[in-house]
């Protein structure tokens, strides 16, 4: 069985790959911590059997990602594996062309039983409980944002610059730039200004 997981976070992979290899030692895992190595194993070969998508990957969008794996590798098996989001982001990921979604929060048996049914080229969906119990947590920062998301807006609200966050995080200023895009979408903002005051606000009703 072929595997890609694409994913930037290392730790996060490390993790996935162990819990896969712990039920088959006959399995060819590829990682990719961009969509744009992704789209380079893709061009190679096709003819994956699970792909496991971050939907927080930083060089792409969700949608034209979907699009292009749906292009690229018809037959695979796509597995939405992200951080908890609203439950209207996972319907429509679903609806286009993702076939199961396993979060990243889950519990070591929810995910030993998630990759157990994946590795047999079921579908996996978690409890419906587990997803309104997540739709009803959304009010929060940390059920907006990705962890690095929430690592650069708590930078940005610091006064910090593009040049001095991707310093503190040793990433580049272009990837700084699509977090920042996606953090803006996800908020319903459009500036570095609106996104401040957005995350200010939600910090001082936790601590209030």
Not at 40 to 63: C, G, T, V
Not at 116 to 124: A, G, P, V
Not at 147 to 168: D, V
């Amino acid at each position: 069985m072929k595997i890609l997981i694409i994913d930037s976070q290392f730790f996060v992979r490390a993790g996935l790959v162990q819990v896969l290899t712990s039920f088959s030692d006959e399995l060819a895992i590829y990682e990719a911590p961009t969509f744009d190595i992704a789209q380079e194993y893709l061009n190679h070969q096709s003819d994956y059997n699970l792909i496991f998508l971050d939907m927080d990957i930083p060089d792409a969008e969700i949608r034209p990602t979907l699009q292009t794996l749906k292009k690229m590798a018809p037959a695979s098996h796509i597995v939405l594996f992200s951080w908890p989001r609203p439950l209207s982001e996972i319907r429509q990921a679903l609806s286009n062309g993702v076939r199961s979604y396993l979060p990243k929060d889950a519990s070591g048996e929810e995910a030993k039983q998630a990759v157990r049914i994946l590795l047999q080229n079921d579908r996996y969906l978690p409890e419906e409980s587990r997803l309104n119990d997540n739709l009803s947590r959304q009010g929060s920062a940390e059920h907006f944002l990705s962890p690095r998301q929430l690592e650069i807006m708590q930078l940005l609200a610091q006064g910090l610059s593009n040049k001095e966050i991707a310093t503190i995080l040793g990433i580049t200023e272009g990837t700084i730039r699509v977090h920042l895009s996606a953090i803006f979408k996800a908020i319903k903002v459009s500036n570095r200004t609106e996104a401040t005051l957005w995350y200010l606000l939600r910090q001082k009703r936790l601590v209030s």
